[in-house]
């Protein structure tokens, strides 16, 4: 309350000030107290920053959740949602887990809030860091349909994983770029890339895509890894029409771009049924950040319903597999005691995974909580700007061409965000907003592709925002960045942009070039911003 009256007071002597010049015809008198950060350490903009760089600097709540208490403290209830883990009990805090799962947590797959960690060997998703997710397909790039989009590994009983985790394997292959992983002054780098193995007999699912059957050699399997969480209710800021102006402006300017989102000028996608673009996830597969990643995720990686989605992340191929599985029988009415019987226990089973009107698990004011927790978390303040070669790194960034695609700036809109599930109303005043906010994310919000060996599925990948990325080792324990956590360091990431034909590749030539300590500085302004 004292900030605010503070604040008011000061407000009202600077309007009382400008008043007074203008009957005297001058010019305003200068701002008496000057505020002596310059904006570019304000990556979240006034009201997203927190200027916090220790192990926690990922985790703060916004300006916008300190100044409201009953916003904070909603805010520290959905951070307990995120962090503590799930059960399988049928009543209690956090119940409802399975019947299939992917993590326990949300916590899991985003280690201190941030980018998951590189993984070798065993794909163990109990493992705190491990933040992948398999991405299972036919020889075509499209998912199988008798798993869901993000497969899952975890079952609570009587139920089995839909693929059997401990068969998982994953591998780092060596890779030898066309220049031999060395700079034209000899410095040398390492370029590794994932493999994941999983044996046939691992599928409890029979292999089935939207054409039918897919031969076990014809399925492909690579790995997409979260990214950082914190920030993202201010690109939900950014306006529907700046977000498509900047499509038109790279297809003005010869940029490809995914025909399957934007050709001539129009939107050829949108989110859903709604006129929103799509803004989230490598894959552009989400647009307002009400029905994005972290809302989808609390609900399909724990499989806890809610009263908007009252029914299970299942596939009816698994379903219909584990109805006649002569184990899940055995135990099912043991174990499910006030599940309806008919008598015919494999159509029992089958309705109960199916159903559509499960009782509700996670409250309506929990499921607040978390969205107010997901649309509150602020950006890390930028760091050493001021340093000479943090300096020189930045003009190098533009020079190079990295700001093409790693834009530095948008300003938000008004920030009345909508709701395509219709669970929160228009710009719903119990989630923070954002409006008219510069901020510093470093992404242009399109997709592009980089043409990486064993490459994301369908090539195109969102820009991922560089805002905070250099407090990764600090916060989350790992420095790995890119999509499937391939590059272990800056110049790693650099250099995996440097395909042939990657839409990157002017940059990374140019990039070559430079001196070791030129390419340093650009690192250091990357590990910066």
């Not at 904070?72 to 503590?84: D, M, P, V, W």
């Not at 499209?142 to 394997?169: C, W």
């Amino acid at each position: 309350m004292k900030k605010h009256l503070i604040y008011s007071l000061c407000m009202s002597a600077a309007l009382m000030a400008a008043a007074c010049a203008d009957d005297k015809g001058t010019d305003p008198a200068p701002d008496p107290n000057p505020d002596p950060v310059p904006e570019e350490y304000y990556a979240g903009g006034k009201l997203g920053t927190a200027f916090n760089t220790t192990s926690v600097a990922y985790e703060q709540p916004t300006p916008v959740v300190d100044d409201d208490a009953a916003m904070t403290q909603r805010f520290l209830n959905g951070e307990a949602l995120f962090e503590k883990p799930f059960t399988a009990n049928s009543s209690g805090v956090r119940y409802g887990l399975g019947p299939l799962y992917i993590r326990t947590s949300c916590l899991h797959c985003h280690p201190g809030y941030g980018h998951g960690k590189r993984i070798e060997g065993a794909f163990n998703t109990n493992q705190i860091g491990n933040g992948y997710l398999l991405v299972i397909t036919d020889e075509d790039d499209n998912y199988l349909t008798s798993l869901t989009g993000m497969p899952q590994t975890r079952a609570v009983a009587p139920f089995k994983a839909p693929i059997d985790e401990s068969k998982i394997m994953i591998g780092w292959q060596e890779y030898t770029d066309e220049w031999g992983n060395k700079f034209p002054d000899g410095e040398s780098y390492s370029l590794i890339y994932p493999e994941v193995t999983i044996p046939e007999d691992a599928y409890y699912v029979p292999l089935i895509g939207a054409k039918g059957e897919v031969p076990y050699a014809k399925v492909r399997v690579r790995l997409e890894s979260t990214i950082g969480i914190y920030g993202t209710g201010l690109l939900d800021a950014i306006s529907d029409s700046d977000l498509k102006a900047e499509y038109v402006r790279q297809e003005q300017n010869g940029v490809p771009l995914n025909p399957a989102i934007f050709r001539n000028g129009e939107w050829v996608k949108t989110y859903g049924t709604t006129t929103h673009p799509l803004r989230y996830t490598y894959a552009l597969s989400r647009g307002p950040l009400q029905d994005a990643a972290g809302a989808n995720a609390i609900w399909n990686i724990t499989n806890v319903t809610r009263s908007d989605r009252r029914y299970h992340y299942m596939t009816a191929a698994y379903a219909e597999v584990a109805s006649k599985d002569a184990d899940v029988q055995r135990d099912f009415y043991t174990l499910f005691p006030a599940w309806n019987k008919t008598g015919d226990v494999a159509q029992d089973i089958y309705n109960y995974l199916m159903n559509k009107e499960l009782p509700v698990e996670m409250s309506d004011e929990d499921y607040v909580d978390f969205m107010v927790w997901h649309r509150g978390l602020a950006v890390p303040a930028a760091r050493n700007l001021d340093d000479a070669d943090v300096k020189r790194g930045k003009t190098l960034f533009t020079e190079i061409g990295c700001a093409t695609c790693h834009r530095p700036t948008w300003t938000t809109g008004d920030d009345v965000f909508t709701d395509p599930n219709g669970f929160f109303a228009d710009g719903d005043s119990r989630l923070p907003r954002y409006p008219n906010q510069k901020i510093w994310p470093y992404s242009d919000m399109v997709q592009h592709r980089l043409f990486m060996v064993n490459d994301i599925r369908t090539g195109w990948c969102r820009t991922t925002p560089l805002w905070g990325r250099g407090l990764s080792e600090k916060c989350t324990g790992a420095s790995d960045r890119l999509h499937d956590c391939r590059a272990r360091t800056v110049i790693e990431a650099i250099m995996w942009h440097g395909a042939a034909q990657s839409d990157a590749r002017w940059s990374v030539e140019k990039f070559r070039t430079l001196s070791k300590d030129d390419r340093d500085a650009v690192v250091e302004f990357i590990e910066s911003i």
